[in-house]
């Protein structure tokens, strides 16, 4: 049974809320970080410390000095004031899934973006979600306020598959979209031609843009387990190939190598973070890598 | 044959493929479709899945499905092909070559194949000129031109004297030729050869006509299964013996084949039958060998009866000794009056004994028990036995020698190696003694291609707390001559020598154990190297490694072994009329006529013995003489009734050919057509194909 560490995806698919779903995870996450390198990791702690010669006077807490008597410096952590912009691809390719009650890739991002959204606010850093397909298809830009999470969760409710993909042409138009700059994550399929793709990342990057890529992709597709003469129709294109499995498996092995390769080398090359995911990896390791990027970051 | 090809060649062969079993063949081909039922059947079924993209194998799928479908094509035409062939195996195929030849275009209104009885029972007074006459009587039916005759003669097996034709010149001539030979008689076999050749033939009525005197065990080889082709006649006519048919014969005798020359007397015996009405009394009975009256007695025997008649007689000169058992009296086949053997006597066997440990101290000397077991005394021994220090002996010391016994032998000038490895190749023995002289490694290098095994290390016999012990041969061949003198009870045991230590052997595959100790190793092997014989004990007679001389067997085990070594009785000298007779290349064998029968060639050849008396085999290792007799079936005149043999053979009218007996009327198929075989490795090559390819195929 596939898990996201704390729960299993058939838990999570019965929570019709997306929010739900993205706290239950995240705060699961969170619990189970207490002893981690994360901790202490709120925005909001402050420390009093006495006067000693040399300090700026503006600094001295003087409501303290009122009640107390004694001069104290009010000392603040400096709040960092992301801006994370995730990016869903919701093309035809993403709504596959190898099995009948299994998640789909579109469903596995929507909840992977949910929790880093859900993560990323409660970090108090601003978040914003592109949806694309071969077009941009909808874009919530990055806020910090609250009510912009139910947004963001909204929109991710109500995703469904369809069109064609085309990367390399909406990651171009969100790069030039984006004013601040910040974390990107990107989350999809990347069936597309590598070279366009990487070029587009080379854009956020060129853009002082931090970019993590999570290539998400069924089992099936990492494993093709297919065993009978079978007619496959392509989810985008509708174009149908009628392959004897067995046969094809090496040749269909061989160019997902270097399909995956590619991805691979092409993020290290452009320093993007690449993450492959099959729809049954845990949740928390796209939350750990966000965590991991945004400890360089700040 | 006059009868022209019909056919041009490729379709001749085919139109000569006939089968023995033909339903086999209708129901094997109809099972060649099995396959293809079954490809129908469990064809791929395709599979719809959505899936998101098909670039990755867009390009090269129309190749591997193209490929695919070849396969599969490949691999089903190679199952049907096999099925089919399989079925094709099954029925027996067989060219008809004889039809080839006469297609059925042998057109004649009747045909009959005379089959007359030649063997040695033919020879009683007036049988042969009543064969004749039967033979003339049964052609005078017959129109010269529009109908067509056969003559088949037999004893043991069938010869067509004249093939099916229509012009009777020829077979008028063979019939006026025809003589009783010394051969057996097998009815059954020739009547299965007359039917063949009818099946030439599409005659309106075809019948075979059986002139014999139809000895009954001339009928004992028919088993039964098989009946003459539907509308095949056959008549029998029996004919008897005129006059005298009084018959006396040695139909069984016992005597030595081979053996070593001694002083005691051996038994020769014989079993004389009186197949006659009368007693006879007083009846003589001899025994001559090389020429030379031996002994006679006188027998009383009555009517119908056997007796046996004993000889004995001491067999003093080296090499042949043709003998003959005669009865001396008259009877209507005197032929059967004589028995010749060959009792061939080997004068002393030259035995070299190389001592690898000489020593004034018998118990420490490595062959001191060896040689005076073998000759405890020079005169009487059939062992002419001598002793060489292995460290100075000679190639020259194994001249002449036909058992070479190595005692405790390590190693030995290359030279004598040479002249060992010579004893073994002109069919000499050697026998191994290894002992702590020995190195294995020394020993392996230089005995490893003569030995019939290797020495890896010697044992301690141990017992079951791990202490210094014994053992014994637990195990023995009794099958082997060496042995089949211990084999009766209270002929010595073979269990009592105990054993402290022995030598462990190794690569002994291709060898033949004959005793093994009882913890499972090898104590003693034999192999067959070049065209003689090499054994081992693996331990020398010696009282540090074991009691073994000791022990009351060891003499008679000793002797037997070098008796084997040295003269091994696989060479016959009796056979019977029609047997084949063996001739090594370059030698000449020479007829009881004095005529040469068997040519001096380049390679072994089998020569057939066709009247009985002394075959004298000459050629580079001296005489050798076969002593060839009669069948002693022929010389019972009991005869069976003809209407048995119509009974058993000939089908009632309207019976049919079944798949029961489809084969047997086909008869001889068996040994001359291997068609079959050669399906048969088709359909194993074919399956082999359809493993290979139906790897490298794609399927579920």
Redesign the interface.
């Known amino acids: 049974m596939a898990s996201t560490g704390c729960l299993d995806f058939e838990v999570l698919a019965r929570i019709d809320s997306m929010q739900l779903l993205a706290k239950v995870v995240v705060e699961g996450f969170i619990l189970g970080l207490h002893r981690s390198p994360y901790r202490g990791f709120s925005v909001e702690f402050a420390e009093y410390r006495q006067y000693s010669p040399g300090d700026e006077v503006k600094h001295v807490d003087w409501k303290v000095f009122g009640k107390t008597d004694r001069y104290y410096l009010k000392q603040f952590e400096e709040e960092t004031n992301l801006a994370c912009n995730i990016i869903l691809d919701a093309s035809g ?2 709504g ?1 899934r190898s099995k009948e009650d299994g998640l789909s ?1 579109l469903k596995y991002g929507c909840y992977m973006a949910a929790c880093l959204a859900y993560l990323t606010m409660r970090q108090r850093d601003a978040t914003g979600l592109m949806v694309f397909d071969k077009d941009v298809r909808s874009v919530l830009p990055s806020r910090l306020r609250q009510s912009h999470l139910k947004h963001i969760l909204s929109t991710l409710d109500n995703l469904q598959p369809g069109g064609e993909t085309n990367i390399a042409g909406p990651l171009h138009s969100l790069a030039e979209s984006l004013r601040r700059r910040g974390l990107v994550i990107i989350i999809s ?1 990347l ?1 597309d031609d590598p070279s366009a793709v990487m070029s587009a990342l080379q854009h956020f990057r060129f853009l002082g843009h931090d970019v993590i890529v999570f290539h998400v992709m ?1 089992n099936a ?1 990492l494993t093709f387990p ?11 294109t509708n ?6 499995p ?3 498996r090496p ?2 092995m061989e ?2 190598r270097r ?1 995956l390769e590619s991805y691979e080398k092409g993020c290290a090359g452009v320093k993007a973070s690449y993450k492959l995911f099959d729809t049954t990896r845990p949740l928390e390791i796209a939350l750990s890598e966000y965590l991991y990027r945004r400890s360089k970051m700040v | 044959m006059p009868f022209p090809m019909a056919y041009p060649v490729g379709l001749a062969d085919l139109a000569a493929l006939d089968f023995v079993q033909r339903w086999y063949l209708l129901a094997g081909l109809a099972g060649a479709a099995t396959p293809i039922l079954i490809h129908l059947l469990t064809r791929d079924r395709v599979r719809k899945v959505a899936f998101s993209t098909i670039r990755f194998f867009a390009k090269a799928n129309r190749r591997v499905l193209r490929r695919r479908k070849l396969q599969e094509m490949i691999l089903l035409a190679m199952r049907v092909i096999a099925c089919a062939l399989l079925a094709v195996a099954f029925a027996r195929p067989f060219l008809k070559e004889a039809e080839a030849q006469t297609p059925g275009a042998f057109k004649a209104a009747a045909a009959r194949v005379i089959v007359a009885d030649v063997s040695g029972s033919m020879a009683r007074p007036g049988i042969a000129e009543k064969l004749k006459a039967e033979a003339k009587s049964a052609m005078e039916s017959l129109s010269e031109g529009s109908d067509a005759a056969a003559l088949v003669t037999f004893a043991d097996s069938p010869i067509v004297e004249v093939d099916l034709t229509t012009r009777f010149a020829d077979i008028r001539s063979k019939l006026e030729s025809l003589r009783p030979g010394d051969g057996g008689t097998n009815i059954a076999e020739a009547i299965r050869r007359a039917d063949l050749i009818l099946q030439q033939t599409e005659a309106k009525t075809k019948d075979i006509v059986l002139i014999s005197d139809v000895q009954r065990t001339g009928w004992r080889y028919f088993k039964g299964g098989w009946k003459l082709s539907p509308n095949v006649k056959l008549h029998v006519r029996a004919i008897a013996p005129s006059g005298d048919r009084s018959n006396l014969a040695v139909i069984e005798a016992d005597f030595p084949q081979s053996m070593v020359i001694e002083r005691s007397p051996r038994l020769v015996a014989a079993r004389i039958a009186n197949y006659s009405d009368a007693d006879r009394s007083e009846l003589p009975v001899s025994l001559s060998v090389g020429g030379k009256d031996a002994n006679t007695q006188k027998i009383d025997l009555r009517a119908g009866g056997t007796k046996v008649v004993s000889f004995r007689h001491v067999f003093d000169s080296p090499g042949d000794n043709p003998g003959v058992i005669r009865i001396h009296a008259e009877d209507a086949m005197p032929a059967d009056n004589v028995f010749c053997f060959n009792a061939r006597v080997i004068p002393r066997m030259k035995v070299v004994v190389l001592n690898g440990r000489p020593s004034a101290d018998p118990l420490i000397d490595a062959a001191a028990f060896v040689a005076l077991a073998l000759a405890p005394t020079a005169a009487d021994s059939p062992f002419d036995v001598s002793t060489v220090p292995a460290s100075s002996a000679t190639a020259r010391d194994l001249d002449g020698a036909l058992a070479v016994i190595l005692a405790d032998v390590g190693t030995v000038a290359p030279e004598l190696a040479q002249a060992i490895a010579g004893v073994l190749q002109r069919g000499g023995g050697l026998l191994f003694l290894p002992g702590e002289e020995v190195g294995a490694d020394a020993f392996n290098s230089l005995f490893g291609d003569m030995a019939p095994c290797r020495l890896r290390r010697i044992v301690f016999a141990q017992t079951a707390r791990g202490e210094p012990g014994e053992t014994v041969l637990a195990t023995v061949d009794s099958e082997h001559p060496v042995f089949e003198v211990f084999y009766r009870p209270h002929s010595g045991d073979l269990s009592t020598p105990r054993f402290t230590r022995y030598w462990e052997v190794t690569d002994c595959q291709l060898s033949r154990v004959l005793a093994k100790f009882g913890d499972g190793s090898p104590a003693i092997l034999q192999r067959e190297i070049g065209g003689g014989i090499s054994m081992m004990l693996v331990c020398p007679v010696d009282l540090r490694w074991n009691d073994l001389p000791r022990r009351a067997i060891f003499l008679p085990y000793l002797h037997q072994t070098v008796r084997y070594l040295a003269i091994r009785s696989e060479k016959r000298t009796a056979y019977q009329v029609g047997e084949l007779l063996p001739v090594p290349k370059d030698h000449a064998l020479r007829d009881p006529q004095g005529k040469i029968r068997g040519p001096g060639g380049d390679k072994d050849s089998l020569v057939p013995a066709v009247e009985p008396g002394f075959y004298v085999l000459r050629g580079g290792a001296g005489e050798f003489t076969f002593a060839v007799n009669r069948s002693p079936a022929e010389a019972d005149p009991a005869a069976k009734e003809p209407n048995e043999i119509v009974a058993a053979l000939q089908r009632a009218e309207g019976e049919q050919v079944g798949p029961a007996d489809a084969g047997a009327v086909r008869p001889g198929r068996d040994q001359d057509d291997r068609m079959w075989w050669y399906v048969l490795l088709g359909v194993t090559l074919l399956l082999m194909g359809e493993l290979f390819v139906g790897n490298r195929t794609l399927r579920h």
């Open positions: 390719s993403m596959y890739k399929d069936i069924d597709e297919f065993n009978s003469l079978t007619e496959f129709t392509d989810l985008e174009e149908k190939a009628m392959v004897s067995e046969g094809m040749v269909y160019e997902l399909f």
